[in-house]
């Protein structure tokens, strides 16, 4: 059969994954818990809390309250992009559900090799979470554009190149995990568990710099981290530039370590390129990772 | 002739299970098959294997003179009903189909055109933008039906289609169906457990406990396992006498005397014979629910 007839039939059976993922209004809810929690939590006492660590800084000297209003308001959405990424990716996957529910039986009886049903759940992972991470950014810019806007187009492009490594990242890591997996408990207790959890573990609610130092070190390893501090950066690197006009450097250096905008490697600085390449190289470790595992577990069904 | 179905000692066992236990059957184009049988019986198990959605444990298969285990090259030409409706409920019968008419080799165009043709014939075309979890059960299992159909397939599988559907609906999905089997030469393979729909089959197999029990014509079945019933609502006491005498069961009740034949010969015979003892009487063929409790032993009820 044709490559052509092979790429309408993957489009079409994508197309199908998504709108399910965005009509089931209780996966959707879940997997937006984080963003939603983060944006109460600011409202009522984060923002305060990131302001006054911020005077703690700066302590006396005079910075323009606009500046601050971008810092903390980039610090949100680099918090909900940096974790959304992950949490949708873990919730907006249809493969096991439909499995569950017997919904995939249809797709058995039609004339789709099982290759292309696979390869359209994963690519509708990844655009689920892409469409609400986007979605996230346009809302966060637009507030931005409110308060002071300071990022400049590289500042943006590094923002979207983000979102996009990490959304594979977060949506490959799901999908190695679902082949395993066969009940509806474990799928929702893992959709859940991401959500509630990896908030923490990325610094989104608190800067990792301010963990202990065990789990400062944990995060170190974890690929997801150096995804966190690249939405850091493409948010904050532009208000920081502005507040070094009238802020002596080591005060920029204090904030910008302090709220995850740089990140030590056993107290060395990691560049941006580093950075990049680190959250690159482990996505396609994670794809080699899961091609290898879908082509084992598919030869052993045949 | 070629047969399009055709089912070669077949088992599936589900652990001490005998689901379906060493059955033969073939179906011939465009045919009216039906596949009779209890629940339990092992008629899904069977459809589900001939599909490819089970793996069979041995026998063989054969569609279009295709094995199954090469099911890719059969599945354009079939469509299914499953027993449970395997659609997206909170996607909108349109999308619901047209994501499905979409992995057939057919254009975006000839999607509409049956599409069309297909919900006007089934009464659906006002419900098309609704999402199927709004539909009452009738409405669901046409658009199932319109989902199996939807791409022109050769041969149509329906596991137990009309169950719950209200008897308006039941005639209107029947007589779509039939008119399918005049004017395409569709073949239809039919489990069920309504007698009305095994009598205007073609072909009926009888399965029981994952065994063939009886196949055949309905009428060939008739003759073969149900009795004859001479109804006789006037007549003289004296006849009970003769029935003693030649051993032949009856059952009497307050307005009416039941007497039991092998066939409609021997009834003919008696009759002949004996005919001066009555004024009002019957001669009932036996019914395919005779032919069931005969071959089964077991009473088919026709509500569920
Ligand atoms: N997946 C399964 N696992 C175990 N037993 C099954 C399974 N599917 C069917 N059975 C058993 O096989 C028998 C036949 O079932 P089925 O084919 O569904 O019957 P029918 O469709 O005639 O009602 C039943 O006893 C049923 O309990
Ligand atoms: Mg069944």
Redesign the pocket.
């Known amino acids: 059969m044709s490559s052509k007839s092979q790429f309408k039939k993957l489009t079409y059976l994508t197309m199908r994954n998504v709108k399910i993922y965005f009509k089931d209004r209780m996966t959707f809810f879940v997997s937006l818990i984080t963003p939603i929690i983060l944006l109460v939590l600011f409202v009522f006492f984060l923002q305060t809390t990131y302001e006054d660590s911020i005077f703690s800084i700066i302590q006396g000297f005079d910075v323009d309250q606009k500046f601050i209003d971008s810092f903390t308001g980039g610090w949100l959405f680099s918090s909900i992009l940096s974790t959304s990424c992950i949490t949708v990716a873990f919730c907006s996957g249809m493969m096991v559900i439909d499995k569950i529910n017997k919904n995939n039986i249809d797709f058995i009886v039609s004339p789709v090799k099982k290759s292309i049903l696979q390869l359209s759940y994963v690519i509708a992972n990844v655009f689920s979470t892409l469409i609400i991470a986007f979605i996230l950014l346009v809302i966060g810019l637009i507030y931005l554009a409110f308060i002071g806007f300071y990022l400049s187009f590289l500042d943006l492009l590094l923002i979207i190149f983000t979102i996009v490594i990490t959304s594979l990242f977060g949506t490959i890591l799901a999908n190695i995990i679902w082949i395993f997996t066969k009940t509806q408990g474990v799928v929702s207790g893992i959709c859940t568990l991401v959500s509630a959890l990896y908030g923490f573990i990325c610094g989104a609610y608190m800067p990792i710099s301010t963990m202990g130092s065990g789990m400062q070190t944990f995060t170190a390893f974890l690929p997801g981290t150096y995804a966190t501090i690249l939405f850091r950066q493409g948010f904050l690197n532009g208000v920081l530039n502005e507040m070094s006009k009238t802020l002596p450097n080591e005060m920029i250096n204090g904030i910008a370590e302090g709220f995850d905008v740089r990140m030590l490697f056993f107290g060395n600085n990691v560049s941006t390129l580093a950075l990049i390449l680190v959250i690159t190289i482990s996505t396609f470790v994670l794809l080699g990772i899961f091609l290898l595992i879908s082509k084992l577990k598919f030869r052993n069904n045949n | 002739m070629e047969h399009i179905i055709e089912i070669k000692n077949l088992k599936k066992y589900?652990?001490e299970?005998k689901?379906?236990d060493d059955i033969s059957f073939s179906v011939n184009e465009g045919e009216l098959f039906a596949f009779l049988?209890?629940?339990?019986?092992?008629?899904?198990?069977?459809?589900?294997i001939l599909v490819g959605v089970?793996t069979k444990d041995s026998g063989e298969c054969y569609i279009n003179g295709l094995s199954i285990d090469n099911i890719e090259k059969i599945l354009p030409t079939i469509g299914i009903v499953f027993?449970s409706s395997v659609l997206d409920k909170k996607l909108s019968v349109y999308d619901n189909l047209k994501y499905r008419a979409m992995l057939y080799n057919i254009t975006k165009n000839e999607f509409e055109d049956n599409l069309k043709f297909f919900t006007e014939r089934l009464e659906l075309n006002n419900i098309l933008k609704k999402p199927l979890e709004k539909l009452s059960g009738g409405q669901k299992r046409k658009v199932d039906i319109v989902r199996a159909l939807i791409h022109k397939p050769k041969i149509l599988i329906l596991?137990?289609p009309t169950t719950g559907l209200d008897p308006r609906t039941r005639k209107l999905v029947w007589n779509f169906i039939s008119e399918l089997i005049k004017n395409e030469n569709l073949t239809v393979l039919l489990?069920t457990h309504y007698m009305e729909e095994a009598t205007i089959a073609d072909n009926v197999v009888i399965?029981d406990s994952?065994k063939i029990v009886a196949e055949g014509s309905p009428n060939v079945l008739k003759n073969r396992y149900a009795s004859d019933y001479l109804r006789a609502y006037k007549y003289d006491k004296e006849i009970l006498n003769i029935l003693s005498d030649l051993k032949l069961p009856y059952k009497k009740s307050k307005n009416c005397l039941e007497i039991i034949f092998k066939n409609t010969e021997s009834a003919k015979d008696f009759l002949v014979k004996n005919n001066k003892y009555f004024n009002d009487l019957e001669i009932v063929k036996g019914s395919m629910d005779d032919v069931f409790l005969a071959v089964t032993g077991k009473e088919l009820k026709e509500n569920i």
């Open positions: 589900f652990g299970v689901a379906v049988g209890l629940n339990g019986a092992g008629k899904s198990t069977t459809i589900n089970l027993q596991d137990e489990t399965i994952g």
